[in-house]
């Protein structure tokens, strides 16, 4: 029996996450762009209208401003991508286990076993409704029997689109296509490609294979394969830790920091964002680092690695504390700007290949105070649970850090 492989992948992600966070840039040019203070003035990614006067991802506000006036430019909001790309892969995975993530906007389903009835298209268009009455988002999918196909079918027709590609149908809708549309073809090889006469699909489809074989040897007749639709690569499941590599938590505080004491409330504060993430993410961390950013713009990091993979704020606070007093003297350094803390070497919380450390006991107990914490805080709301050290006269975020700035989710 053929496979049967979906490629789902969120339109314009970014810019559409921006829009289901504010409404009212739902019907404006949009681009999110780095910060222009930080010299990162840099086009992330844009929405369609954007994109239809010529916005460019990758250009400077600058230059994509010239072509769009209009132009609304937005900060990225790395967080909320995170928690979006999860809240789609869960509607995903009410079809299938099978779920590969390629980049954080992008999925491969295998849903060749999936218990729900109805043809590919339905089940496509199905999973294309649930996450926009549900997200607010939209996807096009590509429906076909192989990875590569899946995906240049989901570039075909967008946004909010299932586009189907069958062995019967192929030759119209696959083989007029230019070779470079197909995974794994880069510029270079589209230009070898073209020194034999090959530039669409469907001459790479009907290709001699030992004239390919003899150009780019193995992979050759992998690409030809590739080009038929025949390619039969699995869909791997992977975790999110394949996507997300880091997560971390900053903030420029209102004043300059200037003792260890102050230091010590913002690392902890900011630990508390960093772990109340891991844990919705279902993430453990085995490195921290921190990152200080003096009040003259020069910065100054460290890391460390952590004997066991944690998602507790308490664990990767103390790192973090630790690391700044090895790299910060506040009697002979400049006073602090901008605190980051972040956490790496990222591991599922149900990996079973996690080490088991003497402190084990000790690591689950926090975690499991924590976790508590995480259901009180649902409930209740961010600020009815914190630490006795950041309790006394007013609270860190009152007196340094702009609330705004430390909310790990909204509401
Ligand atoms: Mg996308």
Redesign the pocket.
């Known amino acids: 029996m053929d496979r049967l492989i979906l490629h789902c992948?969120?339109?314009?992600?970014y810019a559409s996450v921006e829009c289901v966070l504010n409404p009212d840039l739902a019907d404006k040019y949009i681009a999110v762009c780095g910060s222009i203070d930080d010299r990162h003035g840099i086009v992330l990614a844009k929405n369609y209208k954007a994109k239809s006067m010529g916005v460019k991802t990758g250009e400077t506000v600058w230059e994509a401003k010239q072509k769009c006036p209009d132009l609304v430019t937005v900060r990225p909001h790395g967080e909320y991508y995170v928690f979006y790309s999860l809240r789609v892969r869960e509607i995903y995975s009410r079809y299938t286990d099978l779920i590969e993530a390629f980049?954080i906007?992008?999925c491969w389903l295998d849903i060749t076993n999936c218990k729900h009835s109805g043809s590919p298209q339905q089940i496509a268009d199905r999973i294309r409704n649930e996450v926009r009455e549900q997200t607010g988002l939209t996807i096009?999918v590509g429906v076909a029997c192989s990875k590569v196909y899946a995906k240049l079918g989901s570039d075909l027709k967008k946004p909010d689109a299932t586009t189907v590609i069958t062995r019967e149908n192929r030759e119209q809708v696959v083989y007029p296509l230019p070779v470079s549309d197909l995974l794994m073809i880069g510029p270079k090889t589209t230009n070898k490609l073209f020194n034999l006469g090959i530039t669409t699909i469907g001459e790479l489809a009907n290709a001699d294979e030992q004239l390919l074989k003899r150009y780019f040897g193995i992979v050759g007749p992998q690409m030809r394969n590739n080009a038929r639709g025949e390619d039969n690569s699995a869909v791997r499941p992977n975790g999110l830790e394949r996507t997300i590599k880091s997560v971390g938590h900053g903030t420029t505080t209102r004043v300059d920091t200037s003792t260890l004491t102050v230091a010590k409330k913002v690392i902890y504060t900011l630990s508390e964002m960093v772990a109340t993430r891991l844990r919705r993410y279902h993430l453990k961390a085995s490195s921290v680092h921190i990152d200080l950013r003096f009040n003259d713009l020069t910065h100054r990091s460290h890391q460390c690695s952590l004997t066991t993979p944690t998602f507790s704020a308490g664990f990767i606070a103390d790192a973090a504390y630790c690391l700044t007093k090895q790299i910060w003297n506040p009697s002979k350094d400049l006073p602090i700007r901008t605190i980051t803390v972040s956490t790496t070497k990222l591991s599922g919380t149900c990996d079973c290949g996690e080490q088991v450390s003497f402190f084990e006991h000790v690591s689950r107990k926090q975690e499991k105070i924590e976790q508590t914490v995480d259901s009180i805080r649902h409930k209740y709301g961010f600020g009815s649970m914190t630490r006795a050290l950041l309790l006394e006269n007013n609270s860190v975020v009152d007196k340094y850090c702009n609330e705004e700035d430390l909310l790990p989710f909204r509401r």
Request: glycine share 12%; no cysteine.
């Open positions: 992948d969120l339109n314009n992600f980049g906007d992008e096009s």
